[in-house]
């Protein structure tokens, strides 16, 4: 089978599923919304920069030893808010814009199905393959409660994208009732899964790596690691964490909280300023996947704390790594955490909440030794890509039936 896969390439959610694929034998060309190198294994790459991707391209891949892009990167970082408000309206037009290019790359591959991974904007530009090839798409968790019901154009173009789904993976089952409402036809094959194609187990053991010197010396050696690896991003709530950490420091000041992908962040220097933890609170850069899994095993206690999410892969990974998860509660998360048994929930706006629960982590290794155990046996069952590998392949195969 030959699957054209449109996605960002330059994502580690991207990178894993294509592994996925590529050891299930199949063909694969990308076509990435943003620059990058080419994966290994993929047949061919093709780049459509839609909504304003070049803008938000780092420093490596294609643009490798320019400044520029950097620049323009910390620009989008400065000016968030207005960034994403601009993109909401004028992304559905790029769409329309790059759709011919898109339709002449799928008559040049000739897959036998088209796969986006996530809706905006990747979904809506392979809404636009033909009728005769069938069309998978990916919802990932704030798709639906956070893009889709910004403007109208974003409303219609995700009803336009469901309703042309031949097939649809979520990685919760929230958001397969709520495609439902928002126009994926009943009948049509679903498949929920991790949106990363499951946890390799033996791959996160021999994948880790330790930090470069540089950054393990800003990280207090007799200090409790507790770490927030969500960055700063539109739905997550990365000011009720830094509004906590002075409460768990009144009651717990050995703790140091690290925080991956935000160095550099305009806004989380600030929180951090302002709370006068000093070192005890450490930006990190953007971590590799090893590095981050690495960390994850040498802090007791991670903090996920989101209005929107579906299954977020670093809760999947700070689970099999044995990272006690504390996130807000939402819909999606409780269908991974049962509170009091092997994580705890909390109100995403509540400080005071967040602060509780980390402290009573903190306090009750027995609880999370338990907890540990219960998470690691979750993710053999429920994520271990093993498993989750004959259930991607059965999917593509029903989706190949409706082409």
Same mark, same amino acid.
């Given at each position: 089978m030959h699957i054209l896969l449109v996605a960002d390439g330059r994502s580690p959610i991207t990178r894993r599923w294509l592994d996925g694929l590529l050891a299930l034998h199949y063909q694969v060309t990308l076509v990435s919304s943003h620059p990058c190198e080419p994966p290994e294994g993929i047949q061919a790459l093709y780049v459509v920069p839609i909504a304003f991707s070049r803008f938000t391209a780092g420093g490596k891949g294609l643009h490798a030893g320019s400044a520029q892009p950097g620049l323009r990167r910390q620009l989008v970082k400065t000016f968030r808010s207005p960034f994403l408000a601009a993109r909401y309206t004028l992304g559905p037009l790029s769409v329309r814009y790059y759709a011919p290019r898109f339709r002449e790359i799928v008559a040049q591959v000739k897959p036998d199905l088209v796969h986006a991974l996530r809706i905006p904007f990747e979904g809506m530009l392979a809404s636009h393959t033909p009728a005769e090839i069938p069309l998978a798409i990916s919802i990932w968790g704030n798709d639906l409660t956070l893009h889709a019901p910004k403007t109208h154009s974003m409303g219609r173009l995700t009803r336009q994208t469901l309703r042309r789904a031949n097939g649809l993976h979520t990685d919760a089952q929230? $958001?397969? *009732?709520? %495609?439902? =409402?928002?126009?994926? &036809?009943?009948? *049509?094959? $679903?498949?929920?899964? &991790?949106?990363?194609?499951? +946890? $390799?187990? =033996?791959?996160?053991?021999? +994948?880790? %790596? %330790?930090?470069? %010197?540089?950054? =393990?010396?800003r990280i207090p050696k007799d200090h409790t690691l507790v770490i927030n690896p969500r960055g700063v991003r539109a739905y997550t709530r990365t000011d009720t964490f830094f509004q906590a950490i002075p409460l768990v420091l009144e009651q717990s000041p050995k703790t140091a909280f690290v925080c991956p992908s935000m160095a550099g962040e305009a806004q989380a220097e600030r929180w951090a300023a302002a709370v006068h933890a000093d070192e005890r609170v450490v930006l990190l850069p953007v971590l590799s996947q090893g590095q981050l899994w690495d960390l994850f095993t040498r802090c007791p206690v991670s903090i996920s704390v989101t209005n929107h999410d579906g299954t977020p892969n670093t809760l999947l990974e700070a689970m099999s790594c044995g990272s006690f998860p504390v996130a807000g509660n939402i819909e999606s998360l409780r269908e991974w955490i049962d509170p009091g048994v092997n994580g705890l929930l909390v109100d995403p706006g509540s400080p005071r909440e967040l602060a509780n629960a980390v402290l009573e982590a903190l306090n009750n290794p027995e609880f999370r030794e338990r907890a540990n155990q219960a998470n690691l046996d979750m993710i053999r069952e429920r994520a271990e890509v093993s498993h989750i590998q004959p259930k991607i392949a059965a999917f593509y195969q029903k989706v190949l039936g409706l082409g």
């Open positions: 929230r $958001d397969l *009732r709520l %495609a439902h =409402e928002w126009g994926y &036809p009943d009948g *049509r094959p $679903d498949l929920v899964v &991790p949106s990363n194609g499951g +946890m $390799d187990l =033996e791959r996160v053991q021999r +994948m880790r %790596a %330790a930090l470069p %010197a540089e950054l =393990e010396v």
